[in-house]
């Protein structure tokens, strides 16, 4: 009788796990449904896109425009103009990052006590390669501008020719565009907001690399960053004037990588480090040959791009989708639900249809 009752007790757990589950899984998919003018999707299965939803919209990007500065990292380490293993005094990293930004819990902070925990951070260096991981894995600001100012921007914007891309917004430094939001003068912020709405994108771009070169020559303006000019009200709108571009344009990128073509081997072996951390777990190499990702983050933006490639059919999977315009509370919901989606999306057949029959009703 009694293990009777075990069995019995271990169904009904399991049901409401799976069922707990499934909600869970479904989140994304019920909250892009219900919210299809701030949302963006885009899917390729095989070559062949089987899922579009508002797929041209330009939307904001956030840290996803640092797959480019990646990239360009690959490719200058292939042909030997960066050294990987080159150590980078954190005092050069340092130099570009707001201290106590967002309570001081900013990306940079935590991407350190990451390097400590893990021992990457020797005799107050890091490697340039690790330097290229944090960017990616903790969305770090301040390795982006350093590694920007260290690859050099034109060759960082020649990657939108070499993936073919049509639509894309000027790419800017995240920490130095903050700048653009500093009101020494007092202004009333709505009229602060009004300049910069009307400012044309090549002039935000150019006065964001003109601060990037002040800071990266002196400390002199980052010291004179003001937390409380920062309002929320305009880190929403700095979130808005990042560099933008599609999930169609996004997705194409993780099809060019995971597909392995255009660039040469050494090239791609770079990416395999540096962009495909989702294949250090034994579960991932398991099931994938590959899989990498891509996001940007911050408090009414979020992005992400992921492909792979199915170990057990060959099948190839690559998928973009962004929100803007969301409350913190919908973010932080998302940020909870998006891993659960994303291993769903890759993994299951069914799930995919359904997202697809689900979207296209839209």
Known sequence: MRNLYNISFLLISLLFSAVAFAQKEDSVLNFIVANKSRASFYA???????IKLNEDKMMPLAHSM?????????????????????????????????????EGNNNHDNWMAFGQAKRLIKEDSVMLIDVVKGMLLFNDEANAAYLMDLLGYDQINSNLRAFDI?????????????????NPKKKKEETLVKEINKMPDEMYCLYAKQ??????????????????????????????????????????????????????EMIYN????????YMESEESVK???????????TPSVLTKTMYATLRKNNLRIEFAYFF??????????????????????LQNDGFRNKVAEMLEKL
Request: net charge neutral.
């Open 44 to 50: 390729i299965k095989n070559r062949d896109p089987f």
């Open 66 to 102: 640092h797959v480019l500065v990646a990239v360009e990292f690959c490719k200058q380490a292939a042909a030997d103009m960066v050294y990987p293993e080159a150590k980078v005094p954190l005092t050069d990293l340092e130099k570009y990052s707001i201290p106590n930004l967002d």
């Open 166 to 182: 049509q639509k894309h917004s000027g790419i800017t430094c995240m920490v130095a565009s903050m700048f653009l939001y500093q």
């Open 211 to 264: 601060l990037h070169k002040q800071i990266e020559n002196g400390s002199v303006i980052k010291d004179k960053f003001r937390q409380k000019d920062f309002t929320a009200n305009l880190k929403k709108l700095w979130s808005d004037r990042s560099t933008a571009s599609t999930t169609k344009e996004y997705a194409q990128i993780g099809a060019t990588l995971n597909r392995r073509r255009i660039f040469e």
């Open 270 to 277: 770079y990416v395999a480090e540096v962009m495909e951390t």
């Open 287 to 297: 099931l994938y040959k590959t899989a990498g990702r891509f996001e940007g983050n």
């Open 324 to 345: 803007n315009d969301l409350s913190q509370d919908e973010h932080d919901k998302l940020v909870k639900w998006m891993p659960d989606f994303d291993k769903e999306f």
